[in-house]
């Protein structure tokens, strides 16, 4: 079964400057990969996804992730983050074309001005 | 386009009492899922429905909890008897068939006391 770890429980950052989660997963063959963010009391939004091709993916809100198959991660970026990024990040996998997906814990990231 | 509505938003109850909570996917989203995040983890998922059908309800605490889709729109989740590791906000999700996006509702906040 696939599953997904993520090794920073909280992370704070200083508005402006660069934030990188982290997001290892285990599965046998490339997975479908995405990342989830998830506000107070809000549901969960998309960010970004990746099924296949480009290793490096774009999303909303300014996010990028890239895939490292050798290092089975798929690392979240952001060049400059805003007071509104504070929120809690999910990294999830599912199973091609079974698009079930299993969590991370989550990373709580918080922004100090 | 209206999203994944959920009610109620927000329950305490005491142990051992009965619960529902009520989900309106998105319009044509034909599967549907409901997870279980419990404070400080990320969702799990309980049980996945295509249409009317189960497709899988292997996480799901069967002595516990119930799911239905009668029609193939609104779902329902039970608890009956309630636990207080039940405690946990209850998320409903529908897929677009197309992309394969996910997309959550506000979730169902459950205390338990």
């Known amino acids: 079964a696939q599953s997904v770890t993520q090794p920073d429980i909280h992370i704070t950052v200083s508005e402006g400057a660069s934030l990188e989660l982290r997001c290892n997963y285990s599965?046998?063959?490339?997975?479908?990969l995405f990342w989830y963010v998830q506000s107070p009391g809000q549901g969960l939004q998309l960010l970004l996804k990746?099924?296949?091709?480009?290793?490096l993916v774009q999303g909303i809100k300014g996010f990028e992730a890239e895939f490292k198959r050798s290092q089975s991660s798929f690392n979240l970026r952001k060049p400059s983050v805003h007071w509104s990024d504070a929120a809690e990040y999910f990294c999830a996998v599912a199973i091609p074309n079974d698009y079930k997906l299993s969590f991370g814990a989550g990373t709580t990231v918080t922004v100090r001005a | 386009e209206a999203g994944v509505a959920q009610s109620p938003r927000y329950k305490i109850i005491e142990k051992r009492q009965s619960v529902a909570f009520w989900c309106n996917p998105i319009s044509g989203h034909a599967t549907l899922y409901w997870y279980q995040q419990i404070l400080g983890q990320g969702p799990k998922l309980l049980i996945q429905f295509q249409n009317n059908g189960v497709v899988d309800d292997s996480q799901l605490p069967k002595d516990r909890f119930s799911a239905e889709r009668l029609k193939g729109v609104d779902s329902t989740l039970k608890i009956q008897p309630a636990k207080l590791e039940d405690s946990a906000v209850y998320l409903c999700?529908?897929?677009?068939?197309?992309?394969?996006?996910?997309?959550f509702g506000e979730g169902s906040r459950l205390t338990v006391l």
């Open positions: 990746y099924f296949s091709g480009d290793t």
């Open positions: 999700a529908s897929r677009d068939g197309y992309t394969g996006e996910l997309f």
């Open positions: 599965y046998g063959a490339t997975p479908y």
